[in-house]
Nanobody
Framework: QVQLVESGGGLVQAGGSLRLSCAAS????????IAWFRQAPGKEREFVAS????????YYADSVKGRFTISRDNAKNTVSLQMNSLKPEDTALYYC?????????????????WGQGTQVTVSS
């Protein structure tokens, strides 16, 4: 079992930045690839970014490439998502998720564990 807790969400103006964190507890954190997803009201959950177990490999959705950066610190059992140049369309509930096998998976149903989410709201 892996428990995931997101933090760092909030209200920011367009063009601003936020840094989300995902703190993990339970089984060995470094055994899991971690991803961020987001879900806006009335829309399906959408893949944002993923990072491999060791942190060497990352993968981003086209919509956030060049603006968002995912990173991890296995010594602290945390994964971060640095979000710059935020746009109103980035407004959503952001979740982190753990996958026991591989990184870069874009399908939510394939993930093993999920956090409760943190709200990001970008005003225009």
């Amino acid at each position: 079992q892996v428990q995931l807790v997101e933090s760092g969400g909030g209200l920011v103006q367009a063009g601003g930045s936020l840094r989300l964190s995902c703190a993990a507890s339970g089984r060995t954190f470094s055994n899991y690839a971690i991803a961020w997803f987001r879900q806006a009201p009335g829309k399906e959950r959408e893949f944002v970014a993923s990072i491999s177990r060791g942190g060497r490999n990352t993968y981003y959705a086209d919509s956030v490439k060049g603006r968002f950066t995912i990173s991890r610190d296995n010594a602290k059992n945390t994964v971060s998502l640095q979000m710059n140049s935020l746009k109103p369309e980035d407004t959503a509930l952001y979740y982190c998720a753990a996958h026991r096998d591989t990184w870069g998976i874009m399908t939510p149903d394939e993930y093993d564990y999920w956090g409760q989410g943190t709200q990001v709201t970008v005003s225009s």
